[in-house]
């Protein structure tokens, strides 16, 4: 990090070393004339790379991926007005699913703020804040900038989303962005803030007290452990005799799928394996670890285990029954929890036996299923891959997937914003270059994002992209009115886009049957370059965990009188 005179830094450069020190080493966004001064200071140095984006939607979503992939801070960079209001949907997504991502927005000078100047880019009333009261919704700390203390806004910006895991919003005025400060609050980091000794240790104790009482354990695993790095206390867990591990939907693969500690993922009664429904619901006791309550986790709301009821370790507190313990942060909970568990001697458990599905008969030269297209797609995926899977078809195959070894489902099940997917596919890929993207996504969905997908393609990492080509919005049609116009979408010609929007190295398939999938999973295995896979099925073909979801949906809609 370069000084100036008097050891200061400039404003832009100070924030790229805070960003870095949070992990953050890339920068999502587009330039434009409010943000020039801040990009040339962010990337003045060699610690930031910049990734520029075809709009601001998609660096949002980009930086997202980046950081729930890469365990770190995500930053997107957007001019003024109409960049940051392009990037709005995808920093909701965030707040909503408790991503750490920094959306920095370049604003008009000071002076033009101050005098209220009739400048491009805004409403021409004079008043400067109208979208940063918007990002106020949608982001848990906010700041423009000043004169009087622009590192201290900074650094209490960065420490709110350190303490919550959620986005937060700093505007920079064009001239701040030059704008001195001491260089020496940079030698110490920003971490988050500490847990409550005192509530830490009357949570052990309470756990002392009502753990041994039991003779097993079984822990929900959500996203909350992904957003803290946690994975690995999690794995020590499964290690210890009695103790049984299932996921939700944003965390699946949080323990090795084989393990045999592992229930795999829990959707209530859409659950693909009854056994491992009945070991959560009918826990004695019920450890939930960073959970997320909703509709889509639960199998909308068909769990028979009462969260009340439960020992819960959350983000910021624990809970067990009614009694809460504010001030522990999931880090601290987890480890009481690891220490109490390792002085008790649960009862081993047997595995539960997975319910038998008999092989489906394959004919190669038939119309390809999408029971035949999972079957394939899990006989060929490997240890150290991101998949990324688009909602609706896409996810709820990817769900019912055994992910191997080292890899992670990348999808956005509580936002569920389409189109998420395939800029956060570029972003995960960034963020973890050892691990090989497999990004599946229905057409109706890369039509909103799709021109990432050369960006993607493109990638050292050699991504491959499933284009499920089922002629529109199947998940919609599933739910209601499937011949309706609005059901529909163009068409495309998708195999001429990879080099159209510039991967041209990209290899390309047209598949339609199981025969020719499988060639071109074979032809990607061990490819250095990416590879394009157009993907036809049945419009009204539908994996059997959406079939079920949608039953939800239409159940929950029924009973609203809708």
Not at 123 to 135: A, K, S
Not at 151 to 164: H, K, Q, S, W
Not at 260 to 286: E, I, W
Request: hydrophobic share 45%; net charge negative; glycine share 10%.
């Amino acid at each position: 990090m370069a000084e100036l005179d008097g050891g200061t830094v400039t404003v832009g450069r100070y924030l790229a070393a805070r960003l870095t020190q949070l992990g953050c080493r890339h920068l999502f966004g587009l330039p434009g004339d409010f943000n020039l001064n801040l990009l040339d200071e962010m990337l003045a140095g060699d610690d930031l790379e910049w990734m520029g984006s075809a709009n601001e939607l998609n660096a949002a979503y980009a930086a997202d991926g980046y950081a729930r992939v890469g365990r770190c801070a995500g930053g997107v960079v957007t001019t003024y007005g109409v960049g940051e209001l392009s990037a709005v949907n995808g920093i909701a997504g965030s707040y909503a699913e408790d991503v750490p991502v920094v959306h920095i927005a370049g604003l008009p000078s000071s002076e033009a703020i101050r005098s209220g100047a009739r400048l491009h880019h805004t409403l021409l009333d004079g008043d400067f804040l109208h979208f940063v009261r918007m990002f106020a919704e949608v982001t848990v700390a906010q700041a423009v900038l000043d004169a009087t203390d622009p590192a201290g806004a900074i650094d209490r910006v960065l420490e709110t989303m350190l303490a919550t895991s959620k986005p937060v919003y700093l505007g920079v005025p064009l001239d701040l962005a030059r704008h001195p400060v001491p260089a020496d609050r940079l030698r110490t980091p920003l971490v988050p803030p500490p847990s409550d000794p005192e509530a830490v240790a009357a949570f052990t104790e309470a756990l002392r007290d009502r753990l041994p009482r039991m003779d097993r354990l079984t822990v929900l695993a959500g996203p909350g452990v992904h957003r803290r790095g946690l994975e690995a206390s999690v794995a020590r867990l499964a290690q210890v005799p009695g103790i049984r591990i299932a996921s939700q939907v944003g965390s699946k693969a949080i323990l090795d799928e084989t393990h045999p500690a592992s229930l795999g993922t829990y959707l209530g009664v859409n659950t693909k394996d009854p056994g491992s429904q009945a070991v959560v619901d009918d826990a004695g006791v019920l450890v939930m670890v960073g959970t997320v309550f909703s509709d889509f986790t639960t199998g909308h709301f068909s769990h028979r285990y009462q969260p009340a009821h439960a020992i819960e370790l959350a983000l910021d507190h624990a809970r067990i029954g009614p009694a809460v313990y504010p001030g522990v942060r999931l880090e601290e909970g987890l480890a009481a929890l690891g220490e109490v568990v390792a002085d008790l001697g649960f009862t081993p458990q047997e595995d539960v036996p997975p319910t038998p599905v008999p092989p489906a008969a394959m004919d190669d030269a038939a119309p390809l299923d999408h029971t035949t297209m999972w079957a394939l797609l899990q006989d060929w995926i490997h240890p150290g891959t991101t998949l990324i899977a688009e909602a609706g078809t896409a996810f709820y195959g990817a769900v019912d997937l055994t992910l191997p070894d080292r890899s992670d489902l990348l999808g956005q099940p509580v936002w569920s914003s389409i189109g998420y997917t395939l800029p956060a596919a570029w972003g995960a890929a960034v963020a973890r270059p050892d691990r090989r993207p497999v990004l599946v996504i229905g057409d109706g969905s890369a039509q909103l994002t799709i021109q990432e997908l050369g960006r993607l393609l493109s990638h050292p990492s050699a991504p491959v992209v499933l284009l499920l080509d089922n002629d529109g919005y199947t998940v919609e049609r599933k739910i209601q009115s499937p011949d309706a116009v609005y059901q529909d979408i163009p068409r495309w010609d998708w195999t001429a886009l990879p080099p159209a929007l510039g991967a041209s190295g990209a290899v390309v398939h047209d598949v339609g049957t199981p025969g020719e999938f499988r060639e071109a999973l074979d032809a990607a295995r061990d490819a250095a370059a990416g590879h394009f896979v157009r993907v036809r099925l049945d419009r009204d073909d539908a994996p059997r965990l959406l079939v079920a979801i949608v039953a939800g949906i239409q159940k929950a809609n029924a009973l609203a009188g809708r």
